[in-house]
């Protein structure tokens, strides 16, 4: 995983690099870091995947982006002869669950702008 990061230094922004290192640090490792390259197996994948999405601790998107590191590094740890096959191959891409858009009706907008009119953002609010 670290060489994975480090290899992306030259093809990501910063932040996207930052953003990485964090699901990583914070999700990927902590599941499956004490488990060698070679003893990765699809399950430990799909585990870590349904751990994300019942805890609540990461949205779609990122449990997607998730997918995408593991993918793109086992892929890659493949391709340099570091293992047989991908065990992240075997695992679908968790899907992205569009939730709807919430909205205030005019009668609530009238009300909050009402209530923010001596607040020195109203006019942005107003604008908005």
Same mark, same amino acid.
């Given at each position: 995983?670290? !060489?994975?990061?480090?290899?992306?230094?030259?093809?990501?922004?910063?932040?996207?690099?930052?953003?990485?290192?964090?699901?990583?640090?914070?999700?990927?490792?902590?599941?499956?870091? !004490?488990?060698?390259?070679?003893?990765? *197996?699809?399950?430990?994948?799909?585990?870590? @995947?349904?751990? %994300?999405?019942?805890?609540?601790? %990461?949205?779609?998107?990122?449990?997607?982006?998730?997918?995408?590191?593991?993918?793109?590094? %086992?892929? *890659?740890?493949?391709?340099? !002869?570091?293992?047989?096959?991908?065990?992240?191959?075997?695992?679908?891409?968790?899907?992205?669950?569009?939730?709807?858009? %919430?909205?205030?009706?005019?009668?609530?907008?009238?009300?909050?702008?009402?209530?923010?009119?001596? !607040?020195? #953002? #109203? @006019?942005?609010?107003?604008?908005?």
């Amino acid at each position: 995983m670290e !060489d994975h990061l480090n290899d992306k230094k030259t093809s990501v922004k910063e932040s996207t690099l930052k953003m990485y290192k964090a699901l990583v640090n914070n999700h990927i490792l902590l599941t499956l870091g !004490d488990l060698e390259l070679g003893e990765i *197996k699809p399950r430990h994948i799909q585990n870590l @995947y349904n751990e %994300l999405f019942e805890s609540g601790k %990461l949205s779609y998107v990122n449990i997607q982006k998730v997918h995408s590191i593991i993918n793109e590094s %086992l892929n *890659k740890a493949a391709g340099h !002869d570091m293992i047989i096959k991908s065990p992240a191959l075997a695992v679908k891409r968790p899907k992205a669950e569009k939730k709807e858009m %919430l909205y205030w009706s005019e009668e609530e907008s009238h009300k909050f702008l009402q209530s923010a009119a001596n !607040d020195r #953002y #109203y @006019y942005p609010f107003y604008l908005h």
